[in-house]
């Protein structure tokens, strides 16, 4: 089991302790440690209040304070410190409405989500398991800390949580939390979408996604969520972790009569992008019939991006998005085509807009965009050298 990051925060717990206060690591560390898993991130918890960690440490970050939590800074890493806390009621199905710090630690873990992130640790390895988490890993099921209803009722993001969860780990959701999870799907409409796209990015990219989609589907989760509800969700069949931008792309390419808005979903613009580059992608494999149309599309799109469209040819078949003919679009051939491009971007052209306005003594217009792709074409297609003056030439007969 990797120690490594709890031995490297062991001085903090150290410090807090050495002060008369409790203090464990909790949370998905703990978890991920106990199962064997890598460990990213170490959640610190303490009976010490913020004002207390304040003045144990020389160096630290307010980030959360009003919430308990505080970024204690140790030998030039960052580490998250929270008090032990209580909460109010939830009257949003988000947030609680008051938080209460407390000295137990019992009355911590008990507000928490689920039995496996409940779990506390001390700098001896000692687990503080008060609702039978251990057991729980060891079982491999998610079960909700106490009542399901409750803790769903509290914050609905749990639901999309412990179904991430699945995907992740592949455990199975216990009976009475996955009953809830279908009592309390409605008020996941109350969640912002920025948390959900967090949740549900993880899940499709979990190992168990082809089996957790279809729960998505049966707990109604997408006719609670902006842009998906606009859709029909049971025509998209997944068969194995994909991205969220591709299956915003398979939705679009099957269903363009819905034309649902990407804007309700607050995303990047990268990942806009990236959907729509997608969708262009597959209609372009549709029509691919040769080496010279090949290259091009290598060149525009990249061998990353042609490289994951073939990892995911099953699932594209599935959803009836064809690629080309594998003789004609493979791994193997996109790679030669890719280390043998003479030019990899527009700026690579020996030539720009400027000198082909001068050339031809002619004023600006669509035409120059045109003739500058036209060039990158044939430049592309090794019909035309990529030199000044070979290119000048070539406008000159060819524009």
């Given at each position: 089991?990797?120690?490594?990051?709890?031995?490297?925060?062991?001085?903090?717990?150290?410090?807090?302790?050495?002060?008369?206060?409790?203090?464990?690591?909790?949370?998905?560390?703990?978890?991920?440690?106990?199962?064997?898993?890598?460990?990213?991130?170490?959640?610190?918890?303490?009976?010490?209040?913020?004002?207390?960690?304040?003045?144990?440490?020389?160096?630290?970050?307010?980030?959360?304070?009003?919430?308990?939590?505080?970024?204690?800074?140790?030998?030039?890493?960052?580490?998250?410190?929270?008090?032990?806390?209580?909460?109010?009621?939830?009257?949003?199905?988000?947030?609680?409405?008051?938080?209460?710090?407390?000295?137990?630690?019992?009355?911590?873990?008990?507000?928490?989500?689920?039995?496996?992130?409940?779990?506390?640790?001390?700098?001896?390895?000692?687990?503080?398991?008060?609702?039978?988490g251990y057991e729980d890993i060891q079982k491999q099921r998610i079960v909700t800390v106490g009542e399901a209803?409750?803790?769903?009722?509290?914050?609905?993001?749990?639901?999309?949580?412990?179904?991430?969860?699945?995907?992740?780990?592949?455990?199975?959701?216990?009976?009475?939390?996955?009953?809830?999870?279908?009592?309390?799907?409605?008020?996941?409409?109350?969640?912002?979408?920025?948390?959900?796209?967090?949740?549900?990015?993880?899940?499709?990219?979990?190992?168990?996604?082809?089996?957790?989609?279809?729960?998505?589907?049966?707990?109604?989760?997408?006719?609670?969520?902006?842009?998906?509800?606009?859709?029909?969700?049971?025509?998209?069949?997944?068969?194995?972790?994909?991205?969220?931008?591709?299956?915003?792309?398979?939705?679009?390419?099957?269903?363009?009569?819905?034309?649902?808005?990407?804007?309700?979903?607050?995303?990047?613009?990268?990942?806009?992008?990236?959907?729509?580059?997608?969708?262009?992608?597959?209609?372009?494999?549709?029509?691919?019939?040769?080496?010279?149309?090949?290259?091009?599309?290598?060149?525009?799109?990249?061998?990353?991006?042609?490289?994951?469209?073939?990892?995911?040819?099953?699932?594209?078949?599935?959803?009836?998005?064809?690629?080309?003919?594998?003789?004609?679009?493979?791994?193997?051939?996109?790679?030669?085509?890719?280390?043998?491009?003479?030019?990899?971007?527009?700026?690579?052209?020996?030539?720009?807009?400027?000198?082909?306005?001068?050339?031809?003594?002619?004023?600006?217009?669509?035409?120059?965009?045109?003739?500058?792709?036209?060039?990158?074409?044939?430049?592309?297609?090794?019909?035309?050298?990529?030199?000044?003056?070979?290119?000048?030439?070539?406008?000159?007969?060819?524009?």
């Open positions: 089991m990797n120690k490594d990051l709890f031995l490297k925060a062991a001085p903090i717990l150290n410090q807090i302790k050495s002060h008369g206060y409790e203090a464990y690591y909790i949370g998905g560390s703990v978890r991920d440690y106990l199962m064997g898993r890598p460990i990213h991130d170490i959640d610190i918890t303490t009976s010490a209040d913020p004002d207390e960690i304040e003045t144990i440490f020389e160096h630290t970050i307010p980030i959360g304070k009003e919430h308990g939590t505080i970024n204690v800074v140790f030998n030039h890493e960052n580490y998250e410190v929270t008090t032990y806390r209580a909460e109010g009621e939830y009257k949003d199905h988000r947030r609680p409405d008051e938080v209460f710090f407390v000295r137990d630690l019992y009355k911590d873990v008990e507000r928490r989500d689920f039995t496996m992130n409940a779990i506390a640790m001390d700098t001896d390895f000692n687990i503080r398991d008060y609702f039978g209803n409750e803790r769903f009722n509290e914050d609905a993001l749990r639901i999309l949580r412990g179904l991430r969860f699945k995907s992740q780990l592949g455990f199975e959701i216990e009976g009475h939390t996955y009953e809830a999870m279908k009592n309390k799907m409605p008020d996941t409409g109350y969640l912002s979408i920025e948390r959900i796209i967090v949740e549900l990015v993880k899940l499709l990219e979990g190992k168990d996604a082809a089996e957790v989609y279809p729960m998505l589907l049966a707990l109604d989760f997408f006719k609670y969520v902006p842009f998906f509800k606009d859709y029909d969700m049971t025509q998209v069949e997944i068969d194995e972790p994909l991205t969220l931008e591709l299956l915003i792309a398979i939705l679009l390419f099957k269903q363009p009569e819905v034309n649902g808005a990407l804007a309700k979903l607050k995303i990047s613009n990268d990942r806009k992008k990236q959907i729509q580059r997608y969708v262009q992608l597959f209609e372009q494999l549709g029509t691919l019939n040769g080496k010279k149309q090949l290259r091009v599309l290598v060149y525009d799109y990249g061998l990353s991006v042609l490289s994951y469209i073939l990892t995911m040819q099953a699932t594209l078949e599935k959803n009836d998005i064809p690629l080309s003919h594998p003789l004609i679009f493979n791994q193997k051939t996109i790679e030669a085509i890719y280390e043998n491009l003479p030019i990899y971007q527009r700026s690579d052209i020996a030539i720009n807009g400027k000198i082909i306005l001068e050339t031809l003594n002619r004023k600006g217009g669509p035409w120059l965009k045109e003739a500058l792709r036209a060039i990158e074409c044939a430049i592309i297609n090794n019909e035309l050298s990529n030199e000044q003056s070979e290119i000048i030439k070539w406008v000159k007969t060819n524009v």
